[in-house]
């Protein structure tokens, strides 16, 4: 492409997305082999915060971020990315951007609370888009974040907190939890441990109640339904192993972000060219909606009295700001580690970011035929790799690709109809794989999963 593009473009990336050091040393997500060895070393508890986080810039710790894992990057049951080169690749060659002029990635540390996250990313922006404008010569050249997820957060603070949004055009979000995902609201109670039927494979629950973080991905709306009563946020109930006072300080993080973009609202400079959001949010997939809470146990529903769906992380009702209707969103009926490379996300992606004289509702899957994966995040090696899918219409099989990341080598399946789904089972090594559904006139699926040694 001739010409370059506008205006500065910024990826952040979600939960687990950046590649964190200590004292140099690379601890979390240099490689797909390096995630594995700290999911089944148990190794998660090497990241946990030894006391409150305080919000100052550096903890003193010695851990820092550096970069965005580009692999595969999972910890099962909690967050997983299928990286995010695709992401980058696609953005830098798509829109004609240069790297290190008018394309950054903002890597951070994911344990934090998103305030801290917020401030330094203010502070990566200034000098940047400073430089865009004197090299590029357009003074009135401005900010364009791409966020994947929790990274939706850190912008948003920074854009309606922190004055971002006088330079900030667009923020385009792929599976932003803007109200919350029960996920974390599940691993705060129950724990977070994965287990293969009697065997424990390891427990990070002592490293993620550390993290502020993972306290402000907890739902934001009523989420919880108490025995005999109707719903409640998750602040206003003593549930087991959930600190109360830091719940209602997580809440008090999107409060913040709402009130700011209210008052920012009246101002005439931000009605006239302040920041959009546009939403892409994931569908079809089964997601934790809501909890049911017996005054003993908490237990995940995949449903909110009925099943809204979401991307298999992020409930579909949480993937939207409070300030904007779901007409601002554009659907893809994929998984949440997926939406950021999604193929027709990318065609969406450069419509939204050269701002095409195009309805962005027409990048929505056209077909209204769609799978739902069902698919573990990680498998013992030597046990069989079951994968279920569910489909809009009935099919004599879905066909299906597993491809081993480490070794770039592709497996062609069948999914054939068992028991109401579509299923196939079968052996895989120890590694890091990707899987996708397609057939004729359904808009394609995929996620990633681990295959692990015992």
Known sequence: MAWKYPDVVIVVPGLIGSVLQKDGRPIWG????????????????????????????????????????DNIEIVPRLWKKAGYSRLA??????????????????????????????????????????????????????VVFVVHSMGGLVARH????????????????????????????????????????????FDGTTALRSFDSVYQLLPTY???????????????????????????????????IRIAQEGNAKVEEYRLSGPRVRPVIGTEQPTIQSAAWDGKSLTPLMAHEEDLSGDG????????????????????????????????????????????????????A????????????????????????TATDNLQAIDGVIENVDTVTSTPVKLRPANGRYRVALPLAYGAYRVRLSADSFHSVEDVFLVVDR
């Open 30 to 69: 240099t490689s797909p082999g390096a995630i594995r060895r700290v999911v089944a070393g148990g190794a998660l508890d090497a990241l946990a915060l030894t006391g409150a986080d305080d919000e100052t810039d550096d903890l003193g710790d010695g851990i820092e971020a550096t970069a965005l894992i």
């Open 89 to 142: 690749a696609g953005l830098v060659e798509g829109l004609g951007l240069t790297a290190g002029e008018n394309f950054f990635t903002f890597p951070y540390d994911w344990r934090r609370n998103n305030r801290v996250s917020a401030r330094k990313l203010a502070s990566f922006v200034g000098p940047r888009l400073k430089a865009w404008r004197e090299k590029s010569g357009r003074s009135e050249a401005k």
């Open 158 to 201: 920074y854009v309606e907190c922190l004055e971002g949004w006088k330079t900030t055009r667009t923020i385009l979000s792929f599976g932003t939890p803007y109200k919350g995902a029960g996920n974390a609201l599940d691993y705060l109670c129950n724990g977070f441990k994965w287990t293969v039927g009697p065997i424990e494979a």
């Open 222 to 256: 009523p989420f919880v339904k108490e025995l005999g009563q109707g719903y409640k946020r998750v602040f206003e109930l003593d549930l087991p192993h959930l600190d109360r006072a830091r719940a209602e300080a997580a809440h008090s993080f999107h409060e913040q």
């Open 313 to 364: 992380t992020v409930p579909r009702v949480s993937a939207v700001p409070q300030e904007l209707g779901f007409d601002s969103a554009t659907y893809f009926p994929n998984k949440h580690s997926a939406l950021q490379s999604d193929d027709v996300a990318f065609g969406h992606m450069r419509g939204v970011l050269t701002e095409a004289e195009v309805d962005p509702r027409t990048f929505r």
């Open 366 to 389: 056209p077909w209204g035929r769609s799978f739902s994966l069902y698919l573990e995040d990680a498998y013992y090696a030597g046990s069989p790799v079951t994968i279920e899918a």
